[in-house]
């Protein structure tokens, strides 16, 4: 072992111990009256995210991990390509926006680029990757609920649904939705960041102007392949990254910890905490569905921009986006017809018109990313 890799076991480790110590993890739990308990909201708060121990049933994580192997079997050969590795249409193929994201093994394909508004502006450590690794890897597939049903139904999900309420006001909106693909020896780094890249100057800004993303793992995280966040920085505004990783000399940032789950586990991660993921060398893989929401105020009237296009998010954006909340509620109900559904406020009374079916797949669902709110 390298000098090098045994200071990264030691990092890892430690990091892991910490972890374990923050008290931030444990099933939902909901009061009678709807509340999340609030040792869990003060942990949340105080950490910046908070582990969902068991949130996913074994049916539900089993309809995911099946619907997820049937992409991978879809999708491109490689980057840039039209058909799978049996010369079928690739999956996606006919959306607006492309499906599945590519990168070098082990890579770090974001880190000092201005990909994302230049929010990853420190490069990761970069390992080699095997003699016999591909050329490219899917890093990431963007936009799943409109390829994978089960993604739609988790979307729906009824106790999540509830902590979103408890976080953002019963009036949230949605954000965007990605799932993390980390192969086993071969997944890329994703660089220190914060998710936020728009309203830090704000004059009421604070620890949740940005939202949350929900992270569902299918098949478990490790200290090794997961998420590492840097414990209540979402409260600290946006930090000088480059300055940290140059002042501390390595992309090991000191007082960080490991997102550790278990298969079925879901992470409230607060999108303004400071956040990355390493170059995955372990024989572990990691597959994490994210989905995120945004307090309706943060979103109502906010300016972004999309292709070199200034965007403004008014009240019709947000309420077509916010179409698939219903819908996903929906679908879930005719998958799960023994749960109670949540009931989404800002679109009660609009049952009939978001109905999941073959009609609303191609009418509201087909090509939803084109009215992501993203802050």
């Not at 969902?52 to 049916?59: D, N, R, V």
């Not at 539900?60 to 840039?80: G, I, N, Q, V, W």
């Not at 956040?275 to 990691?286: C, G, K, L, V």
């Not at 998958?335 to 978001?354: A, H, M, S, V």
Request: charged letters at 25%; aromatic letters at 10%; hydrophobic letters at 35%.
């Amino acid at each position: 072992m390298t000098q090098d890799a045994e200071g990264l076991d030691a990092y890892v480790r430690a990091g892991e111990r910490r972890a374990f110590e923050l008290g931030n993890r444990g099933p939902i739990r909901l009061e009678s009256d709807g509340l999340l308990a609030q040792e869990i909201s003060d942990a949340y708060w105080r950490c910046g995210f908070y582990v969902f121990e068991g949130a996913l049933s074994p049916e539900e994580l089993e309809d995911l991990r099946t619907d997820m192997e049937s992409a991978f079997e879809r999708a491109p050969y490689t980057k840039d390509a039209d058909v799978d590795a049996q010369g079928r249409p690739a999956l996606g193929n006919h959306l607006a926006r492309p499906t599945f994201r590519f990168a070098k093994p082990l890579s770090d394909p974001y880190g000092g680029t201005e990909y994302n508004s230049g929010r990853h502006p420190a490069k990761m450590a970069e390992p080699a990757p095997p003699d016999d690794a591909p050329d490219y890897v899917i890093n990431s597939i963007a936009s799943p609920l409109q390829i994978m049903d089960s993604c739609l139904r988790l979307y729906g999900h009824p106790k999540l649904l509830a902590v979103a309420e408890n976080i953002n006001g019963p009036d949230f909106t949605p954000f965007t939705e990605s799932v993390i693909v980390k192969r086993a020896g071969l997944g890329p780094s994703v660089a220190w960041h914060h998710d936020g890249t728009t309203h830090w100057d704000s004059p009421d800004w604070d620890q949740g102007t940005h939202g949350f993303n929900f992270m569902a793992q299918l098949y478990g995280s490790t200290a090794e392949n997961g998420v590492w966040l840097l414990p209540g920085s979402h409260k600290q505004g946006k930090m000088d990254i480059k300055a940290m990783v140059d002042a501390n000399g390595s992309d090991r940032l000191p007082g960080a910890v490991p997102m550790v789950c278990e298969p079925g586990d879901v992470v409230i991660a607060n999108r303004q905490a400071l956040h990355a993921s390493f170059a995955n060398t372990s024989p572990q893989r990691r597959i994490t569905i994210n989905f995120g929401f945004h307090r309706r105020r943060s979103v109502l009237n906010a300016r972004t921009r999309h292709n070199n296009m200034e965007v403004v998010y008014d009240e019709d954006r947000v309420y077509e986006r916010s179409r698939l909340i219903a819908l996903a509620i929906d679908a879930r109900r005719q998958r799960f017809p023994q749960e109670t559904p949540y009931r989404y406020q800002p679109l009660t009374g609009q049952e009939e018109q978001n109905r999941w079916s073959e009609e609303t797949r191609a009418s509201i669902l087909e090509n939803y990313n084109l009215r992501d709110l993203g802050l």
